[in-house]
């Protein structure tokens, strides 16, 4: 059972440049998000996703596009690389069962942006 | 406008002494809390959570206290051991809802 899945974990890009970081889960979670953490920021929601075909904005959108075409995969875009996304992005995945709920997290992507 | 704040951004407490960790939130609607646990180049891990339905909750050495009507969550470890050494996250997140709120961290350090 690998859980949630990141690729790639580390990658460089050149400002303008654009990539997708790739997350995959294998739990049947309905729910997934992106975060990126920054020194004292903490972990900042990008975008999530309530089911496939369902996507919306989380706290910090701009600059990056999602999209849900299956329960299992959660692909993030960065249409054109800034240096201010140089960050540590996370995926994770989850349930809610009443009010019991739990997020697992993949192992991260380190991105950097010259 | 953070919802869920750590004041502390480190603590470091000696091993075998007890480490207390402390959140607030400003949001009433959230109706369950959750510590994350994050070592270096790792991705956090769930480490214990409670609901709004309850004041305290044990799980081994980790038990965590919510205080709702100070809005305030607390996570304590007895007794604390070096493996604790990570950056700890208090989350939230409301009734009928997916999206976690998280806070900004605190370091605990557990000195040998």
């Known amino acids: 059972n690998a859980g949630v899945t990141q690729t790639p974990k580390f990658q460089v890009l050149k400002t303008g440049q654009s990539m997708t970081l790739q997350c995959a889960q294998d739990?049947?979670?309905?729910?997934m998000s992106w975060y990126r953490q920054d020194p004292g920021m903490g972990l900042r929601l990008i975008h999530y996703?309530?089911?496939?075909?369902?996507?919306d904005q989380g706290e910090v959108p701009n600059g990056y596009n999602v999209s849900r075409s299956t329960t299992e995969d959660f692909p993030l875009r960065l249409l054109s690389a800034a240096p201010s996304q140089t960050s540590v992005y996370f995926c994770?995945?989850?349930?809610?069962?009443?009010?019991?709920?739990?997020?697992?997290f993949g192992q991260g992507t380190r991105l950097t942006v010259v | 406008d953070q919802q869920v704040k750590q004041n502390s951004p480190s603590l470091s407490v000696q091993e075998g002494r007890i480490s207390i960790l402390n959140c607030d939130y400003t949001?009433?609607?959230?109706?369950?809390f959750l510590w994350y646990k994050k070592y270096p180049a790792e991705g956090p891990t769930f480490l214990i959570s409670?609901?709004?339905?309850?004041d305290k909750n044990e799980d081994g050495r980790f038990t965590v206290f919510l205080n709702k009507s100070a809005k305030h969550l607390s996570l304590h470890i007895v007794p604390s051991q070096p493996g604790d050494s990570a950056v700890y996250f208090c989350?939230?997140?409301?009734?009928?809802?997916?999206?976690?709120?998280f806070g900004t961290g605190t370091r605990l350090k557990v000195l040998a």
């Open positions: 949001n009433s609607m959230f109706d369950y």
């Open positions: 989350a939230a997140i409301s009734s009928g809802t997916y999206k976690y709120i």
């Open positions: 739990m049947n979670h309905e729910y």
């Open positions: 996703s309530v089911g496939a075909g369902i996507t």
């Open positions: 994770a995945s989850s349930y809610r069962d009443g009010r019991d709920t739990e997020a697992f």
């Open positions: 409670i609901s709004s339905i309850k």
